[in-house]
């Protein structure tokens, strides 16, 4: 469909007095199919052309006739099926008004109404997180096995129990330097498991729980108050940046 055409379709349309939602249900089509016509973006098939030309009363001929040379008329096309850049997306059309639209998270097919036809999620899975987790399990199991020896060798049950702290504590810092964000780190484990080592570990038992050391647990929203203060930071200077 060239724009001399296309233009021709909109004068006819409101030469004969309709609305493009009109139009659509005379032929028994959608509202954004005409749209499309009418911007050029795609074509009416064969059925569709002869019912235009028998609506306005016209041959096809003086429907579809146009002074653009083969040229032009070519590139126009040709215009039509090349890929388009639009931001972090890239988006074909064909003539008929279906697209593909390509992100880095997944592929989307619509037809020419824009409705979606097809949905692909091909994003793929951090492999460092999916190590970072079997390495946890891992420890998980090492912390069970060492909670049973500490209990059974040295009669350890009553507070061998801080070894299942250990697996979260672990990877959450390693899931924080992979990722690169601090949030990441399980500080509210991390300040639980030392209230605890230094409060009944260490002393055992005989421990008065109300230790000074409860303090620790003010470090969890101090903790989480500066990261997000410093990544807020960050943010706005890398926007900045993007902005000059």
């Known amino acids: 469909m060239t724009i001399e055409i296309a233009d021709r379709l909109i004068k006819l349309r409101k030469q004969y007095g309709y609305s493009q939602e009109e139009l659509a249900d005379k ?7 005409v749209s499309k ?3 050029a973006e795609a074509s009416p098939d064969t059925d569709n052309l002869i019912c235009l030309a028998k609506l306005y009363g016209i041959s096809l001929d003086e429907l579809l006739s146009t002074d653009e040379d083969l040229d032009t008329i070519v590139q126009e096309q040709v215009k039509k099926d090349e890929v388009h850049i639009e931001g972090d997306s890239i988006r074909l059309s064909d003539d008929e008004g279906n697209q593909v639209i390509i992100t880095d998270k997944e592929v989307v097919c619509k ?18 997180i999916n190590i970072i987790n079997i390495i946890e399990c891992v420890l998980g199991t090492l912390a069970i096995v060492a909670f049973i020896l500490l209990g059974t060798l040295l009669g350890a049950w009553y507070n061998a129990w801080i070894v299942f702290f250990v697996p979260e504590i672990v990877c959450s810092i390693a899931r924080a330097i992979h990722k690169k964000n601090a949030n990441q780190f399980n500080m509210v484990f991390t ?3 030392t209230f605890f080592f230094v409060c009944m570990v260490c002393p055992g038992l005989s421990a008065n729980l109300w230790h000074p050391m409860w303090l620790v647990f003010l470090a969890i929203p101090l903790y989480h108050m500066i990261v997000s203060t410093i990544n807020k930071l960050l943010n706005k200077n890398e926007e900045k940046e993007e902005l000059k």
């Open 27 to 33: 032929l028994g089509l959608s509202r954004q199919a």
């Open 37 to 39: 016509w009418e911007r």
């Open 111 to 128: 037809d020419s109404d824009g409705n979606c036809v097809k949905r692909k999620d091909f994003r793929h899975p951090d492999k460092v």
């Open 191 to 193: 300040a639980t498991a």
